[in-house]
């Protein structure tokens, strides 16, 4: 079966930095990948974790634990805009089935 | 632009009809994905299609159907519409492949009202 957990909401300070932690157990792993979704819009990609460890891309780091089915986004020096959705989503098995968690709603304040 | 489309972008009907939501992947994407997105709900994985083929299938009801074409756009069929069908129907596109950043691009989606 395919099971991922990310908290449903977060809260944070404007210019703080907020981790977004994803735990998963799914039937085959090729991949973790992280999206943002702002409401009413379409998700877009923000990082890709195929190996265990941290990969940076400026304000955002998304970190991978394939023995532990464990990943988190950090997000540094947030902004107003990054008040979003954002998705965990697991590519699995033979056919690469992209699968979603259900999101974390984070809301940024000033 | 994430270079998916989806047509319509909107669309209004009453229950108990059908609809035909359309996709055009990018451009050299063999592998299309549908979700359906109910209001403050994840992305519910329904179907994948890869170069014409079903790959594979999520919690799809039997009054929903899809296919790929030869020209690899997609359509997802909903029949004998309810209410709970109301939602966004997102499609996605991507080549498949273990290789780093080929993550799926996501058309706008569109959204369905049921009434």
């Not at chain 1, 909401?9 to 404007?14: I, K, L, N, R, S």
């Not at chain 1, 792993?29 to 940076?56: K, M, R």
């Not at chain 1, 634990?65 to 805009?81: A, D, I």
């Not at chain 2, 209001?39 to 929903?64: M, S, T, V």
Request: aromatic residues 12%; contains cysteine; glycine residues 10%.
């Amino acid at each position: 079966g395919q099971n991922i957990d990310q908290p449903t909401e977060m809260t944070a300070t404007e210019g703080a930095i907020v981790q977004i932690n994803c735990t998963y157990q799914t039937s085959g792993f090729n991949g973790l990948f992280w999206y943002q979704q702002h409401a009413g819009e379409a998700p877009t990609f923000l990082s890709y974790n195929v190996l265990d460890g941290l990969e940076e891309k400026g304000r955002f780091s998304s970190f991978l634990s394939r023995s532990k089915g464990y990943s988190y986004l950090l997000l540094k020096e947030l902004q107003m805009k990054d008040s979003a959705s954002y998705l965990c989503a697991v590519e699995g098995g033979a056919t690469n089935k992209l699968i979603f968690g259900t999101g974390t709603l984070l809301a940024v304040q000033p | 632009d994430s270079g998916v489309t989806q047509t319509p972008k909107h669309l209004i009907t009453a229950t108990g009809q059908r609809v035909t939501l359309r996709c055009s992947p990018r451009s050299g994407d063999l592998s299309v994905y549908w979700y359906q997105q109910s209001l403050d709900q994840g992305l519910q994985f329904l179907i994948q299609y890869y170069n014409g083929e079903e790959r594979a299938k999520g919690n799809i009801l039997e009054r929903f159907s899809a296919q790929q074409f030869p020209d690899l756009h997609s359509e997802l069929n909903l029949s004998s519409l309810e209410l709970g069908d109301s939602a966004l129907y997102f499609c996605a596109s991507s080549v498949p492949s273990k290789d780093a950043d080929t993550e799926a691009f996501f058309g706008q989606g569109t959204r369905l009202t049921v009434v």
